[in-house]
């Protein structure tokens, strides 16, 4: 049953799940642009573009094929895996055992790198496969997270409607300012994104196999909570570890 609930949450997780991805493929863009010129970088783009549109074409056609329950299960199970990974990565960086990630930093590096092959006379070619993998490998994450979070109800649609408005915030506000958004807070958004798509995994792994979770749809906000509140429970255990190993470290 398709209910606001529903609907609210797979165009929220499809949303912020494809925010991530867009603004770390559209810093590689943005550094090819400025540093070999737009006519490369556009070019591996809408190569990369035309790939990933063939990509959910074929996908979307066998999808059909596949009993719901059985779909259910295996993308639960993909998302919970996917979740938790980006969940992971978020705790470790909260709590300081991993650094944060800089755009900033990933698009001077990304620069320095492609002047210093601005000599080379493939330099054109290797700026365009560079904008080509990057966009490719992001998409492709776009079009697991769109998937991942429509095919289990029905709902590509309103999946692809939160990745397509991601994808259109980051390149208006990016070439609005000219320069890598530096300032979004990834780790944030891939905190909430891996709860949103761990409590997704959980939800429909559980219909999968045939459970049925009380107020149906109105279950994923107890997930959320349950999840929210271990995850901040973690980084907080994790903070007072690091803090005390490093003072063991400084003494």
């Not at 603004?23 to 809408?46: D, K, S, Y």
């Not at 966009?135 to 994450?141: A, I, W």
């Not at 994923?220 to 063991?248: D, G, M």
């Amino acid at each position: 049953m398709t209910t606001v609930t529903s609907i609210s949450s797979t165009m929220t997780a499809s949303f912020l799940g494809s925010l991530v991805e867009v603004v770390e493929a559209f810093t590689i863009i943005l550094a090819v642009g400025v540093t070999q010129g737009w006519r490369p970088a556009f070019l591996g783009t809408g190569l990369a573009l035309a790939v990933l549109a063939i990509l959910v074409l074929t996908l979307g056609s066998l999808l059909g094929m596949i009993p719901i329950e059985l779909m259910q299960f295996v993308i639960g199970t993909l998302l919970i895996l996917f979740g938790m990974r980006w969940l992971r990565k978020a705790i470790l960086r909260a709590s300081g055992f991993t650094a944060l990630h800089d755009e900033q930093k990933a698009f001077v590096q990304e620069t320095n790198k492609l002047r210093m092959q601005a000599s080379d006379r493939r330099a054109n070619l290797l700026a365009a496969i560079t904008a080509f993998k990057a966009v490719l490998l992001e998409g492709v994450e776009v079009v697991f997270i769109v998937i991942a979070t429509g095919a289990g109800r029905g709902m590509i649609c309103y999946a692809s409607v939160g990745a397509a408005a991601a994808c259109l915030l980051v390149l208006v506000v990016g070439f609005a300012v000219h320069k890598p958004l530096s300032t979004v807070p990834e780790n944030s958004l891939k905190f909430a994104v891996g709860v949103l798509l761990s409590a997704f995994g959980i939800f429909w792994a559980g219909e999968g196999i045939g459970a049925e979770w009380p107020g149906d749809d109105l279950a994923l906000l107890p997930i959320l909570l349950v999840l929210i509140l271990a995850s901040f429970a973690l980084v907080r255990t994790l903070q007072r570890y690091h803090a005390s190993h490093v003072r063991q470290v400084v003494r």
